[in-house]
């Protein structure tokens, strides 16, 4: 060790229900100014990387996350999320929540404010499609998930939603991070298009180290070379995530594919990697949709769809 420098030991936690005792040395002035908190300092060893991840997978193994009264995990049913892009009116999301139940899907979704690429494209409902929301939870008995895309909104959405979707383009929203990471609800938390695993695991951090363990990775396609789909489906994320994490990793192929059509064939794939949920966009007239319409499944294709989806699971020594 070199002489300006001096040796300092912490309990650090490793992971949920993992402590350990760390040593390490930082030059002598840094300890002086007292001012850095343990996670700096071992920042400064280069040892944050593999350490102090709540998120790590431990001897406790995976944890189940209750969206309402709907369990997801890796001993859980195979659960079926689905709904249209957008909360368009109180009709269509009344009609599209009954559909979709009477076909086997046991949570609903629906942006009530829409992250849109033009800012001139239909940016939500607001609140009065988070009420139309609650209206077709109350009609169907499915819990909903939803998007929240700014922290100031965030208690509003917490009236109406069962959780909270952060996505793909926030998923580095560090504020909007820690501000979900203090609230009761559980986040579904999408992986940045552009984003490694690592990237996704340590912004589920962010989440964590506020104090809300319920936390569900959904991995929904990055940007490749390939132009062919809309996103490339990294399917490879499920079981990476789920061997460096304990939490949930369910998969959105919708957003990934784009394209209706492929839809069905990688929700398929995404069973037999072990996809702990499925995000699908379904939408009763596809072609009036004010978002996304080219890639919701029709009600018929859905349905269709399912048992299919049962069988794969079945293959896989699991239920859906
Ligand atoms: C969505 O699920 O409505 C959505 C906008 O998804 P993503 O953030 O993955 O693009
Ligand atoms: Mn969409």
């Known amino acids: 060790m070199p002489d300006d420098a001096c040796e300092r030991r912490a309990v650090a936690r490793l992971s949920r229900n993992v402590s ?20 700096l300092r071992l920042r400064r060893n280069g040892g944050v990387k593999n350490f102090l991840t709540l998120a790590a997978r431990d001897s406790r193994g995976s944890s189940s996350v209750a ?4 369990r997801l995990g890796e001993h859980e049913d195979v659960v ?17 929540a009954t559909i979709v139940k009477e076909s086997g899907a046991r949570i609903l979704r629906g942006g009530a404010f ?28 499915l819990p909903v998930v939803t998007e929240v895309m700014d ?21 580095h929203n560090f504020s909007l991070l820690k501000e979900v990471g203090r609230s009761r609800l559980p986040v579904l938390l ?17 989440i964590l180290n506020e104090g809300n363990p319920n ?33 949930p990793v369910i998969v959105d192929p919708t957003h990934a594919l784009g394209l209706r059509e492929f839809v069905p064939q990688m929700s398929l794939a995404a069973v037999a990697a072990g996809a702990d949920a499925l995000m699908i966009e379904v939408h009763d007239s ?20 399912v048992p299919r989806l049962r069988a794969v699971a079945a293959a896989i020594g699991r239920t859906l």
């Open 20 to 39: 350990e005792t760390l040593t390490w040395s930082a030059p002598r002035k840094e300890f002086l100014k007292g001012k850095l908190s343990p996670r």
């Open 67 to 70: 969206i309402g009264d709907v």
């Open 80 to 96: 079926l999320i689905c709904g249209p892009c957008s909360v368009e009116s109180k009709g269509q999301i009344l009609s599209i």
């Open 114 to 141: 829409k992250p849109r690429t033009s800012p001139y494209s239909f940016q939500g409902l607001r609140e009065e499609g988070l009420r139309f929301l609650a209206e077709a939870r109350a009609k169907t008995g």
């Open 151 to 171: 922290p100031r909104d965030l208690t509003m959405i917490e009236k109406y939603a069962d959780c909270l979707q952060v996505g793909t383009r926030n998923m």
């Open 190 to 206: 999408k992986r940045g298009f552009s984003a490694t695993l690592y990237d996704l695991i340590m912004s589920a951090e962010y």
């Open 215 to 247: 936390v569900v990775l959904c991995e929904r396609g990055i940007r490749t070379f390939d132009t062919a789909a809309r996103y490339t489906l990294d399917l490879s994320a499920v079981p990476i995530l789920k061997s460096k994490t304990h939490l």
């Open 286 to 305: 596809p072609e009036q949709a004010k978002s996304d319409g080219n890639q919701a499944l029709t009600p018929e294709i859905f349905a269709g769809l």
